[in-house]
């Protein structure tokens, strides 16, 4: 089986998953644009930087001419491949990661010309923020337009809600859950790294330590983290929050933790090969974003790492981490004193064993692989996955 994939640019979290299905499929993943550290600090992590992992081994790939007037990742014109479709010959289908950019659209009409099976993965909820007249423009195009992929791949349960809000038929959706190298972070984030890490932050072994991970924006709401803290101080329960992250909320940030009394410790930017040692040197990773957080990758790598969640109910993941791990791992956004109340909870009762393992096993690079094989399964019988 011939499987080609059209993304926009290397991404540290889908290089595992095309490892994986190279193994399983003669595999292509064309590439519309190498990100620069440039675009790196624009998408809202405050620096520019390369991700410290390896993006690209493993797996047969190519960069696709980018024509854009001015090539990026800010704007659906930014990655501008008309050349696409001559990459796409042979192919038995193709997996579109995503239609924000042109060359995704660009890539499903030339394989539509070419008889090729379009299978998309996305995120998309009905909870993002929108203007009035695109919720309405969407309401009328979308159902015909979403229509144009053969199947789609779901990542969770909102993003299964989408698609059925907009007729799409249920049996062309398939699962193919967002997920991270959990063998990978596992393996970095053993006792000894959190332990070294808290050493050099000063935080005791004792100390309570709760976790902020990710860019410093207001959709993310750090700020959350530090209020709710600073709530538990006042009823005699005491933790310190780490925040690993930069951006444009970092001098507020330090000072409403200054102004509440709360001991913070603030990590800056850490790149990939850094974030096992931070999960492993904390007690438990909150995640207060509102409903423009799609998912919340992060919630995978902490539980890769056996590290406990809370998540608001409006983040992405939140009806799936309830489902595996049970009502305590969600509260409710922007609400301090729910979220107080919920990290006590967790601070005081760790996730158990079994919990841990179950959303591991849910969240697997090997549930996409399976979900993949069932969607090509069902779309090209004559061929053999």
């Not at 990655?79 to 995503?98: C, K």
């Not at 072994?205 to 410093?216: E, I, S």
Request: glycine share 8%; charged share 20%; with cysteine.
């Amino acid at each position: 089986m011939r499987l080609a994939i059209v993304a926009s640019h290397p991404v540290q979290y889908y290089a595992p998953i095309y490892r994986a299905l190279s193994q399983r499929f003669e595999l292509t993943v064309l590439y519309g644009h190498q990100a620069t550290q440039a675009d790196q600090a624009e998408a809202g992590f405050g620096v520019g930087f390369a991700w410290d992992v390896d993006l690209l081994s493993g797996y047969p790939h190519r960069f696709l001419h980018n024509v854009a007037k001015e090539p990026g990742l800010g704007h659906f014109g930014g990655v501008d491949t008309p050349d696409v479709g001559a990459h796409l010959e042979g192919a038995d289908a193709v997996l579109l990661m995503g239609w924000n950019f042109k060359c995704f659209h660009q890539a499903l009409w030339a394989a539509k010309r070419r008889g090729i099976k379009v299978i998309v993965r996305g995120d998309s909820q009905l909870g993002t923020m929108r203007a009035t007249w695109k919720r309405l423009a969407k309401e009328i195009v979308y159902p015909l337009f979403l229509r144009s992929f053969d199947a789609a791949l779901v990542v969770g349960e909102r993003n299964r809600a989408y698609w059925r809000h907009y007729g799409y038929p249920q049996r062309r959706l398939f699962w193919a859950p967002h997920c991270v190298d959990q063998a990978w972070f596992s393996a970095h984030a053993a006792a000894p790294a959190g332990a070294r890490l808290r050493a050099q932050l000063g935080v005791a072994p004792a100390t309570r330590l709760v976790l902020f991970a990710g860019k410093l924006v207001d959709f993310k709401r750090p700020m959350d983290v530090i209020a709710a803290v600073a709530r538990m101080g006042e009823a005699g329960e005491l933790a310190d929050v780490m925040v690993a992250g930069a951006g444009p909320l970092d001098d507020a940030i330090k000072a409403r933790a200054s102004e509440l009394g709360v001991r913070l410790h603030l990590l800056g930017f850490c790149n990939q090969s850094r974030m096992p040692a931070v999960y492993a040197a904390a007690n438990l990773l909150v995640l207060p974003s509102d409903g423009r957080e799609t998912w919340g990758l992060v919630v995978n790598e902490a539980l890769a790492c056996g590290c406990s969640i809370l998540v608001s109910d409006e983040v992405g993941c939140a009806p799936d981490m309830v489902a595996v791990l049970g009502e305590g791992a969600c509260f409710r956004c922007g609400d301090i004193a729910d979220l107080a109340a919920h990290m006590e909870a967790a601070l005081a009762r760790p996730l158990s064993e079994e919990r841990l393992s179950r959303a591991q096993s849910r969240f697997a690079i090997e549930r996409v692989v399976e979900g993949v094989e069932a969607c090509l399964a069902a779309l090209l019988p004559q061929l053999k996955t």
